[in-house]
């Protein structure tokens, strides 16, 4: 008992000197100490050799205060020589922190005068980092859960290894000195420069607030990205921006690596109120952007093309051969748009396609009305080709190459756009469907009426090209089935309360509980889930084409044939009932049944 | 001359003595009459009593377990206060400190180890307290209120180490008591308001870190102290840990003096335990407090050495749009979170709680007075099989939701 006393003792002893032991040696004693040696070896007089032998390890801070937090930066305990000219030419950490014009500092009578003092800035203001930290790990930032690691020089061993190299570099300091340097040609900053260029050129901000810059709703507010985002996240997000957030619609941008460095640098200077401004300096940057307007010098058509270019509409539009790859073609818009669809799309895209990812852009009236004009004008019909040529002009950006709905701009488009492949849906339907889908376009989606840009033998060639191609299986008769014109069960409260009863029991899972075709099981299910309350949609639809989803399902989709499960005809026409009170467009909405 | 000098020195060792005795009331003890009085004469040692019976001190009955609870309380109270001149209850500041105690903080990150790892220890510790209290059967009468004030302290241990998993603010305290605080949801009638009380608000965020906290330091801290307070007490006034029965019953020792006349306050401790024969007993002093003392510095050094080696898990700040996938509770709430997996209400509300009600009903439902102060008593065979196997299952769900379940909760193979 005693010697098991002892031992156990005598482990408490042990620990607690290792602790202190940890806690009490401190490595950068090592450093000050060399630093002291060298310096001495180094000086003339002695006037300087008793000031150096004066002085002994201890912890050196500066105290920075006029840059927002109070900034403890204590890198000088390691980085002793940092203000020592003779130590220009020494390893870290006893190398003097390198002196150039670039930085503003100057030499008179041959010293250098910095001017960045680090009394003034500490050292934490410019670099980033733990200023309080005393051991390398946690001081440069290194713990992967520090918020802000010394920019461009430390990678947190938890950042995407693919991109990782490309975080470094002191160019991403510019994100720092872009906090007191707000000037947008300030040419210490280039990188953030191209960045805010990138950040109109690209349409960022049409989706992203940047309080002072923008005010898109669509996407995240960016106004304090740089606080809240590390650089690896800023670049992944921009890269691929479906890695951490699996339903973001974002597109991936076409940017070389530049590109998306001078953006993530941007970004990363974007902190809200900074250093150099105060709440009426963003006020009036808010003002004087909102208030941009690129009055071309000749009205109508020309001024919008000119817009066109000026707002950076192919960053994701395709115009004749500028391609953006994210959005529809709009080089035949005046064959299949007329111009109040245009002008109602352009102040709110989801009031024609309610899935639209298309951001509300906020540019004065007479801009929308010269571009609309222009579009308008855009009546050139396509050279006569071989279906197939029509079909790769026309269709194959949303369609795809194998017709399999893959497109380059599919990715983009709610509703997606019908996949050929599949058979089973493509021989359950008339084929005189098919061709009032291509001649009238199906509202509601991006599927536009063709029929002012081909003709009716075109439409039928076009189309006798994709069963042919892409479905291949030779279309089978089609089984008559027992389906009412008109919804026999007519419109009641009671009626309607029964649908969403059966449509809150049955539905839900896939067609959501919103009935936005977005419910739990929709993302694992392709085509998507209609969006039920796409009115457009809906109301192009005849009660015959309801009864038949519901009754017999939709071959080649996720729909099954609810007859099998149990509904009856009069639950069906509940059902309809149901759905079109949610679609009414005025009077009795959806909440009259309350 | 020299009587002066002598007589000086005596002033003088008189006057230290003076202070001395003033403080304590004893020399350090060399007879069996100074150990009994340094005993009873001692706030701090006044606890024990001056005799125990030579059963108490043995290692394999108690294997230290009460105790070891108790002298991890003690570190979690002192490391505890500690941390809480460091600590800032808030979304905003609470994360930062964490790295702040990691990176900067003399001692800081040491602190913590030895705080979590306290923590963990506790829990496991007062629950093999429990196992031990029953296997040896000794919540019979007369200690079955102290196994319901035990069963109390259970509870109130796991609502502590509970409350102190949201504290850091990362990624796995916020899933964790999300996680946990939407099992207690499951309750019938009161569980969604149990939950918002507990949150004071429906999402965990800065109300209920500012609860769990205020919780974790005060609350919950002073509710155990009491509770202790009462357990121990209850211990001498039932008559010292419990033992095996007597081997023959003693014949009552008659009294000399006329009952109508004295009363000696001894009379009110029910199975006392009055010195019995002198071979059966040894004193408090040294005896007693050489093997407290041996268990706190064994405790004290084993989490010494654990928090030496391991640090304490701090995860991404909270992200409250990306759940880990799975979202676990704290492990000694995986096997709730386990069967919960199965049946929401049963899994999470159901069957605890009729396990916490057979606990507490224990000593009152098992009538056998057989089987006291042994290890698997014979005589106890069919309460400790059940027991056990109860025990062994809470286990193996533990064992199963830590390591062998997955993203969306489905099977997986650690190995």
Redesign the interface.
């Given at each position: 008992?005693?010697l098991?006393?002892a031992i156990?003792?005598f482990?408490?002893l042990i620990?607690?000197g290792?602790?202190f032991y940890d806690?009490f040696f401190h490595k950068w004693e090592k450093h000050q100490t060399a630093y002291f040696e060298q310096a001495r070896s180094l000086t003339k007089n002695e006037a300087e050799r008793a000031a150096l032998e004066a002085r002994s390890p201890k912890i050196e801070q500066y105290i920075v205060t006029s840059f927002g937090d109070t900034h403890v930066d204590r890198c000088g305990t390691c980085h002793i020589a940092v203000d020592d000219p003779r130590f220009a030419g020494y390893s870290e950490p006893l190398k003097s922190h390198p002196y150039s014009a670039a930085l503003g500092d100057v030499q008179r009578n041959g010293r250098w005068e910095r001017r960045h003092r680090f009394a003034d800035f500490g050292c934490t203001v410019c670099h980033g980092g733990?200023g309080?930290?005393?051991?390398t790990e946690?001081?440069h930032g290194q713990?992967e859960?520090?918020?802000e690691p010394m920019l461009g020089y430390v990678v947190q061993a938890n950042w995407r290894k693919d991109f990782a190299p490309r975080l470094k570099g002191k160019e991403y300091m510019e994100a720092n000195c872009a906090q007191c340097h707000t000037s947008e040609n300030f040419a210490g900053t280039p990188n953030v420069n191209r960045g805010r260029k990138l950040f109109y050129a690209m349409n960022c901000y049409g989706c992203h607030k940047i309080d002072g810059m923008s005010e898109g709703t669509l996407g995240p507010d960016l106004t304090e990205a740089g606080k809240k985002y590390k650089v690896d996240y800023l670049w992944e997000s921009i890269v691929e921006p479906r890695a951490?957030?699996a339903t973001s619609f974002m597109p991936k941008f076409n940017l070389g690596e530049n590109d998306v460095r001078a953006l993530v640098i941007f970004l990363k200077s974007r902190r809200g109120v900074n250093f150099a401004e105060t709440e009426m300096d963003r006020y009036k940057a808010h003002v004087a952007n909102v208030a941009v307007v690129i009055p071309p010098g000749t009205a109508g058509e020309k001024a919008g093309e000119q817009l066109i270019q000026d707002r950076a509409c192919t960053a994701c539009h395709k115009l004749r051969d500028s391609d953006g790859g994210i959005a529809p073609d709009l080089s035949y818009e005046g064959l299949i748009r007329d111009p109040q669809w245009l002008m109602d799309h352009f102040k709110n895209p989801r009031s024609r396609i309610p899935d639209s990812i298309m951001p509300t852009f906020r540019f004065p009236d007479d801009d929308f009305q010269r571009i609309t004009a222009f579009l308008a004008s855009l009546k050139t019909p396509p050279p006569a080709m071989t279906p197939a040529g029509t079909y790769k002009a026309l269709c194959e950006r949303c369609h795809g190459e194998k017709g399999d709905g893959n497109g380059k701009v599919a990715w983009y488009l709610d509703p997606a756009p019908r996949d050929f492949t599949r058979a089973a849906f493509m021989n359950s339907k008339p084929k005189e469907r098919f061709v009032a889908s291509i001649g009238n376009g199906v509202p509601g989606t991006s599927m536009p009426p063709w029929k002012n840009a081909l003709k009716p033998d075109q439409v039928d060639a076009v189309l006798a090209y994709a069963l042919q191609t892409f479905t291949k299986e030779p279309a089978k008769s089609l089984k008559p089935r027992d389906l009412p014109e008109t919804n026999p069960v007519a419109s009641s409260p009671d009626s309607i309360r029964h649908g969403e009863q059966i449509f809150l029991d049955r539905c839900t899972g896939c067609h959501g509980r919103k009935e936005d075709g977005k419910g739990p099981n929709s993302l694992d299910i392709t085509p998507r889930p209609r969006n039920l309350r796409n009115t457009a949609f809906v109301e192009s639809v005849n009660d015959k084409r309801l009864f038949e989803s519901i009754l017999y399902g939709v071959q080649g989709t996720a729909m099954p044939p609810w007859i099998d499960y149990g509904l009856s005809k009069n639950d069906v026409g509940d059902i309809v009932n149901f759905i079109r009170s949610i679609n009414r467009k005025s009077g009795s909405g959806q909440y009259a049944r309350n | 001359m020299s009587i002066q000098i002598e007589e000086k020195g005596q002033t003088r060792t008189t006057a230290l003595q003076g202070i001395w005795t003033s403080v304590f009331r004893n020399p350090w003890p060399s007879t069996d009459l100074e150990r009994s009085s340094t005993s009873f004469t001692n706030f701090f040692l006044h606890i024990h009593p001056v005799k125990v019976h030579k059963h108490t001190l043995k290692p394999a009955y108690t294997l230290g377990l009460g105790l070891i609870s108790f002298f991890l309380f003690l570190i979690l109270v002192v490391t505890g206060i500690l941390l809480m001149f460091y600590y800032v209850p808030s979304t905003t500041q609470a994360y930062d400190r964490m790295l702040d105690l990691r990176g900067t903080v003399a001692f800081g990150i040491f602190l913590r180890n030895m705080h979590r790892w306290s923590a963990h220890g506790m829990v496991a510790m007062v629950f093999l307290h429990m196992c031990r209290v029953f296997l040896t059967g000794s919540y019979k009468k007369p200690r079955e209120f102290n196994w319901v004030l035990g069963v109390m302290l259970l509870l109130v241990t796991l609502f502590l180490s509970f409350t102190g998993y949201l504290l850091p603010w990362d990624q796995l305290a916020f899933w964790a008591i999300t996680v946990g605080t939407s099992i207690a949801a499951y309750a019938p009638l009161i569980g969604k308001e149990i939950q918002f009380v507990l949150l004071g608000d429906s999402t965990v965020g800065q109300e209920a870190l500012l609860r769990f906290y205020v919780l974790h330091v005060a609350v919950l801290p002073a509710v155990l102290g009491l509770l202790v307070a009462i357990h121990f007490w209850r211990i001498r006034k039932d008559g010292g840990l419990s033992r095996p029965e007597e081997p023959t019953p003693r014949p009552p020792t008659p009294d000399p003096r006329p009952p109508s006349r004295i009363y000696g306050l001894q009379g009110f401790v029910r199975g006392a335990f009055n010195g019995g024969a002198p071979e059966d007993s040894v004193f408090s002093w040294p005896n007693l407090l050489l093997a407290e003392l041996f268990v706190f510095v064994l405790t004290v050094s084993v989490i010494l050495v654990v928090s030496l080696l391991f640090h304490a898990p701090l995860e991404e700040p909270v992200n409250v749009m990306h759940p880990p996938n799975p979202a676990k509770a704290p492990w000694y709430f995986l096997g709730l979170q386990e069967m919960v997996s199965y049946s929401a209400f049963w899994g999470g509300v159901g069957v605890p709680g009729l396990m916490v009600m057979l606990l507490i009903g224990v000593p009152y439902f098992d009538r056998n007075p057989k089987g006291v102060g042994r290890w698997f008593a014979k005589e106890r065979l069919l309460a400790n099989t059940v027991f056990l196997s109860l025990v062994v299952l809470n286990i193996i769900f533990i064992i199963v939701g830590t390591f062998f379940r997955g993203p969306n909760w489905t099977f997986v193979s650690p190995f």
């Open positions: 008992m005693r098991a006393l156990a003792s482990v408490v620990v607690h290792v602790v806690q733990q309080r930290g005393l051991e946690y001081s713990d859960y520090w918020p951490n957030l | -």
